[in-house]
């Protein structure tokens, strides 16, 4: 069974750019959600989807947004990127999202902003 | 904001020694899990422990819960240089569909 699969590996981009990142989950999973991960400030949550459907979101500016499609492949967005962006962007999966499932994650997208 | 906290923040410790990692939490919850993170990949779970339970084992893995003190610590048994990582503690948000992540623990295991 293939695991979750994100791609780009790297990017970099310049300031006021946007980026697009993709995460494939685990086959039979429909919950993918997606986090930054920063030296200064840990694994902050960005948003969780199911069934196309945003369920819960973190404490980000409006310029990072989401999606999920009906195959439950995951997009986020960033537009205007700012220095502080750069990060690792990690997405994981699980079957439902519930209380008491584990979440599998991908290898992450490491953005740097120039 | 987050809702483990890990301590220590770092520990170096020889090949063969126990490496205990703690967690303390603010809300109540329905589990605690603990996941590492080799350097710069994704995080891969090791161990899942519900509010019920106080003790739970895999392998060379003993988890601990205390919901009394809301903390909770992983202990690794005669640590191998593999175990070089960092470990994380995450909780359910008691809105549901979110997962929250402690600040993580670097453990260095010299060979």
């Known amino acids: 069974k293939a695991g979750v699969t994100q791609t780009p590996r790297y990017l970099i981009k310049t300031r006021g750019q946007q980026v697009t990142l993709s995460c494939s989950p685990i086959?039979?999973?429909?919950?993918v959600s997606w986090y930054q991960q920063t030296p200064g400030q840990g694994l902050q949550f960005l948003f969780e989807?199911?069934?196309?459907?945003?369920?819960n979101k973190g404490n980000f500016p409006g310029r990072f947004s989401g999606r999920q499609f009906s195959n439950s492949r995951s997009e986020m967005n960033v537009s205007t990127l700012e220095l502080g962006d750069s990060a690792l962007y990690l997405c994981a999966s699980s079957l439902g999202g519930g209380f008491h499932e584990k979440l599998f994650f991908g290898s992450g997208t490491q953005l740097s902003v120039l | 904001s987050q809702q483990g906290e890990e301590d220590p923040q770092a520990l170096s410790i020889q090949e063969g020694e126990n490496a205990t990692m703690n967690c303390s939490y603010k809300t109540s919850i329905n589990n605690l899990q603990w996941y590492r993170q080799n350097s710069g990949r994704g995080l891969v779970h090791l161990i899942l422990i519900r509010s019920n339970e106080r003790e739970k084992h895999s392998g060379r893995l003993r988890v601990t819960l205390d919901t009394s003190k809301k903390s909770s610590s992983l202990l690794i048994t005669a640590s191998r240089a593999a175990d070089t990582a960092s470990y994380f503690c995450?909780?359910?948000?008691?809105?549901?569909?979110?997962?929250?992540f402690g600040a993580g623990t670097r453990l260095f295991v010299k060979a």
């Open positions: 995450a909780t359910d948000d008691t809105g549901g569909f979110k997962t929250i």
């Open positions: 989807y199911f069934s196309e459907t945003q369920r």
């Open positions: 086959s039979g999973h429909r919950s």
